[in-house]
């Protein structure tokens, strides 16, 4: 099985690389804000600059598992090779562990400029143990993001998923607090973000990096959005295969 997910996530990445755009677009917005707003307010501040930066890094998940997974999976569904894919004897566990590996791996890509603006044009720091502490909460903080693209992927027609995915992405950025820094948004903002995943996700990531309180009730809404979006996964999946051999 390891050997058939490790072929369908190679078919996902070429597929993606013969389109730079697809590549391009998912990291554009995360380090464009780092361009325009965190370098010339925040970075000769090391403390401002390390909490934007993960900022950023949380926008540039979020982005890219939406887009990724919501967009990418509504396209192929439309696509007649999906239907033949869906007969081969291997079933579909490689295809969907396949694509979830290729998602990492895009996701990866994306937060390269983030963090090669911060570490070159910024003050920010991080300690070893930052760093390590920062990588659990990254994973954690992909599962709710993975899930909805799934959702919507898996739920919707290819234009509507795009229209969707645009359609959340900035409000959850600005909702979950990820436009300024800790402590700075308007007070609905404040008062809103711990319960989004943004929110969830954005303060799990300064927890990890600086010298932010962890937040309990944050992270364990977080945890409570990432079942909610695993239930409309499945649901949407389960659909969309009843719809195909019905």
Not at 89 to 101: K, T
Not at 168 to 180: K, Q, R
């Amino acid at each position: 099985m390891t050997a058939l997910a490790l072929t369908h996530a190679k078919f996902q990445l070429l597929e993606t690389v013969r389109i730079p755009m697809a590549l391009i677009g998912s990291a554009f917005f995360p380090a464009a804000s780092m361009l325009f707003f965190v370098v010339p307010f925040v970075g000769d501040d090391p403390v401002y600059s390390t909490f934007a930066t993960a900022s950023m890094v949380t926008f540039a998940v979020m982005t890219t598992n939406l887009f990724q997974y919501g967009a990418g999976i509504a396209e192929d569904r439309a696509q007649p090779w999906n239907p033949y894919t869906r007969t081969l004897p291997a079933g579909p566990g490689p295809r969907f562990l396949g694509r979830i590996l290729a998602g990492l791996a895009l996701m990866a890509i994306s937060l390269i400029p983030v963090v090669l603006i911060a570490w070159l044009f910024t003050a920010a720091t991080i300690t070893w143990a930052g760093a390590l502490a920062a990588l659990g909460a990254l994973a954690l903080s992909a599962l709710p993001f993975t899930l909805l693209g799934l959702a919507i992927g898996y739920s919707l027609p290819a234009k509507a998923a795009i229209v969707t995915a645009q359609l959340l992405f900035f409000p959850l950025a600005f909702g979950g607090g990820l436009m300024t820094a800790p402590g700075a948004a308007p007070g609905f903002v404040e008062d809103l973000a711990p319960y989004l995943p943004t929110g969830g996700a954005a303060r799990l990531m300064w927890a990890a990096v600086g010298d932010f309180p962890f937040d309990l009730s944050a992270t364990i809404t977080l945890l409570g959005w990432t079942a909610v979006f695993a239930g409309l996964a499945a649901w949407a999946y389960r659909r969309d295969e009843g719809r195909r051999f019905s």
